[in-house]
């Protein structure tokens, strides 16, 4: 009776314990359900239909630097990376935010051969106004398993593509203002927002 006593309270004490994670190195890391906060806040996605029809169908995750700091968790959690491969990795998301803005994009259209964002004839526009600026961009397909996909982007499923947008205008110079994503072309089109985080 004791035993089982002793085991609930310990049962208890854990699920009232932080979940916070610390690396061997002592390194503190954004929990998981921390990390997904930092997608929502940081993601928009829009459906738009012709009649019940279903035509496009997309969910973006803006890059910033605060995207990439929890993604430096994440990713240090999902394949326990030695502090040197994190300063590495946060050394290379430093120079991409620094040349350029990023965006995750899950893409769905239900013609396959609709889905070519990444081809260089492609019927599809995508543009980044901010500032009274715009800019086009360019989609590259992501080549990655699902699981590894979905272990940093959970919002991605199997019948969707995964793209990376890029834009050339730095993401540092940039991310403290609202900005509009706009995908666009003879399917259909609309605009995903980023609102300022001020």
Avoid at 111 to 123: G, H, I, M, W
Wanted: aromatic share 12%; with cysteine.
């Amino acid at each position: 009776m004791r035993y089982f006593l002793a085991l609930a309270t310990v049962t208890i004490l854990s699920a009232c314990a932080s979940t916070y994670e610390v690396t061997p190195s002592g390194r503190t890391l954004r929990t998981s359900d921390e990390y997904m906060q930092v997608l929502e806040d940081n993601s928009d996605k829009l459906r738009t239909y012709n009649g019940f029809y279903n035509v496009l169908d997309v969910e973006g995750i803006q890059l910033n630097s605060k995207v990439a700091a929890a993604q430096l968790d994440q990713s240090m959690r999902l394949y326990q990376w030695t502090e040197e491969k994190y300063a590495e990795e946060k050394t290379k998301f430093e120079q991409r935010l620094s040349k350029q803005s990023e965006f995750f994009v899950t893409f769905f259209t239900p013609e396959r051969k609709n889905d070519d964002l990444y081809k260089a004839d492609t019927v599809w526009r995508i543009f980044l106004d901010v500032d009274g600026r715009r800019f086009e961009g360019k989609a590259t397909r992501i080549k990655l398993p699902l699981a590894e996909i979905q272990g940093l982007y959970p919002i991605h499923n199997r019948f969707s593509t995964p793209y990376t947008f890029t834009f050339p205008v730095p993401m540092i110079s940039i991310e403290g203002k609202d900005q509009k994503l706009t995908i666009t072309g003879p399917v259909g089109s609309g605009t995903l927002s980023y609102k300022s985080s001020k």
